[in-house]
């Protein structure tokens, strides 16, 4: 299916961007990270890569033309697709509505710059304002997990500023200004609401006392009182130091340098107990990411030294903690596990759950597994299977593909499975677009290529979007039965055990089986018992013949 590219908002303030140069041709093939274009923003010339891979079909905005934000850059897909109803529905605006918005849009500057002169005075000649960006589609707000300038630091045109986590991943913020980094505005382990003041850049020496620091964002803060966040630099050197020490991963090596070291690769060193001074980076500057702290094999010491310090680790092992003592380990809450907690809450208490558990023989499906697998370079898994099985069911029970909005019930004619993958700070949701129509090794090397990025944190917003059915496993984890939140809008989600060998009937004889608990959790506003049974009964067919799904 073709995906429509549009022109990104790079720059907090770019309202349009010019293609400088196209990189790709229409008709040239495109891989997933190529670039695409050079594209200029009211601050610099970036390159724009592809999140998609497929056929360059169609160019929105010529070189050297302008495009306001949102407008089609392009669109790809596969060959010879037909995109016309695409082109057509692009959104370019006519010369007469590009005017009005412009001359809407230099209102709203107007009136802002007013209310911003009324609340926080004028804003010095030369110094710049940053927000927090929203770097994701359903950001509310953003953490900064570590700054890489500091207060008082010379900042360049491209140098990265700090390291934001939204709801779907830790990126990095680039600075579009160049001068001296005169305020922090959200400190380390804050979060705040997008278009919060975030920093500020400016000639060295301005006074930016007077300006409002509270950026139309309310900031959530750490510390006893807004006057002590104020307090000296030094302060709160020797307080993000303290920190690091305590964490056991130091943000300075041992020869005083500051390491600069992602958010993930700090959390993993810690984890495994690794100095972030023995470690070389391969980002860029220097920068110590996953990989490093992945391919660490640790620093070889003197033989003595070990013995030496045998003792020490032993004791370090195991501290002494008097009888009676209550202690907690407190850690703030992600982004994306604050996005989680919200949703299925809502999702749990709006939607009314019941739940349909049915048992089935897995024989048929082991032998055909293990005679599909007998083919080179194929690799299919039970839960292909499963979502397989379950694509082609919600074709003959529409019904379980619906959605509730109140007024009405939508029933969706595209099938589109969301499967559940466990990342490190919880649980995304990356989906297969139009499920039912691919085979059974389609849908594992799918499903392998997004869960290894949705593990890497490289998936994108689109990836996870627009499921009507959603399918979770935890049958690695040796878990023979359990109930799932619906993900909304979805009416439905199938909770998929482990296989479990066990004495069964058949043919009136007492034999060892293998069977596979499923559970389907519905949403009664829009599926009644009836469906929800007859739904799993044309599943339990599937699994149990699985010959019939290659018809």
């Known amino acids: 299916m073709a995906e ?119 804003i010095p000649e030369g110094v710049e304002i940053i927000k927090m960006p929203r770097l994701s589609d359903t950001m509310e707000e953003g953490t900064v997990a570590s700054w890489l300038k500091q207060e008082g630091d010379k900042v360049e045109e491209g140098d990265i500023l700090a390291e934001i986590e939204t709801d779907k991943a830790t990126m990095e913020f680039e600075s579009f200004y160049e001068g001296t980094l005169l305020k922090i505005g959200i400190q380390e382990g804050e979060s705040a609401k997008v278009d919060s003041l975030l920093a500020i850049i400016g000639p060295e020496g301005t006074d930016v006392s007077k300006i409002d620091t509270t950026g139309g964002g309310s900031k959530k803060k750490t510390s006893d009182s807004a006057k002590d966040k104020q307090t000296d630099t030094s302060k709160d050197s020797d307080k ?39 470690v070389k980076g391969s980002g860029e500057n220097g920068r110590i990411v996953k990989k490093d702290i992945e391919d660490f094999k640790g620093v070889e010491k003197p033989a003595e030294a070990k013995k030496d310090t045998a003792a020490e680790t032993t004791a370090a092992a195991q501290p002494y903690v008097p009888a009676g003592e209550e202690s907690f380990d407190e850690r703030k809450n992600s982004q994306m596990r604050k996005v989680i907690a919200k949703r299925l809450g809502e999702s749990k208490f709006t939607a009314p759950h019941y739940y349909l558990t049915i048992e089935v023989d897995m024989a048929n499906a082991m032998a055909s597994r293990k005679h599909i697998n007998e083919m080179p370079d194929v690799k299919v898994s039970f839960n292909d299977m499963v979502i397989k099985a379950s694509a082609m069911a919600l074709r003959k029970h529409p019904q379980v593909n ?33 499920a039912d129509q691919m085979s059974l090794t389609q849908i594992g090397s799918n499903v392998k290529d ?49 296989i479990v060998e066990k004495p069964v009937v058949r043919n009136g004889e007492i034999v060892v089986g293998n069977t596979m608990k499923l559970t389907l959790a519905c949403d009664h506003r829009t599926v009644d018992g009836a469906t929800g049974a007859a739904f799993l009964q044309t599943l339990k067919t599937y699994l149990e013949s699985p010959v019939t799904m290659l018809a």
């Open 402 to 434: 619906s959605q509730w909005t109140g007024d009405t019930t939508k029933i969706a004619k595209h099938i589109h499975m969301g499967v559940a993958v466990a990342v490190e700070e919880g649980l995304v949701v990356p989906v297969l677009k139009f």
């Open 450 to 498: 997004l869960a290894g990025k949705a593990r890497n944190k490289k998936i994108q917003p689109s990836d996870m979007e627009g499921s009507t059915f959603t399918v979770s496993n935890l049958g690695m984890f040796g878990i023979v039965e359990f109930t799932s939140i619906i993900n909304q809008p979805n009416s439905a989600i199938l909770s998929v055990g482990t």
């Open 4 to 122: 429509v590219i549009k022109m990104p908002r790079l720059s907090d303030t770019m309202e349009e961007g010019t293609v400088a140069k196209w990189l790709k041709k229409k008709g040239d093939k495109v891989e997933e990270g190529d670039i695409l274009a050079e594209i200029e923003t009211d601050k610099a010339t970036m390159e724009f890569e592809s999140f998609y891979e497929g056929t360059l079909l169609h160019i929105g905005v010529e070189e050297g033309d302008g495009a306001p934000v949102d407008a089609l850059l392009a669109i790809i897909g596969e060959e010879d697709e037909d995109i016309s109803d695409l082109i057509k529905g692009g959104g370019d605006d006519s010369a007469d509505k590009k005017e009005d918005k412009k001359e809407e849009e230099s209102k709203k500057e107007e009136s802002s710059e007013e209310e911003g002169d009324d609340e926080g005075g004028e």
């Open 240 to 278: 993000e130091d303290a920190e690091e020490k305590k964490s056991g991963s130091q943000s300075q090596g041992k020869d005083g340098e500051r390491i600069f070291a992602s958010p993930l690769a700090k959390k993993m060193a810690e984890d495994k107990g690794i100095d972030l001074s023995d």
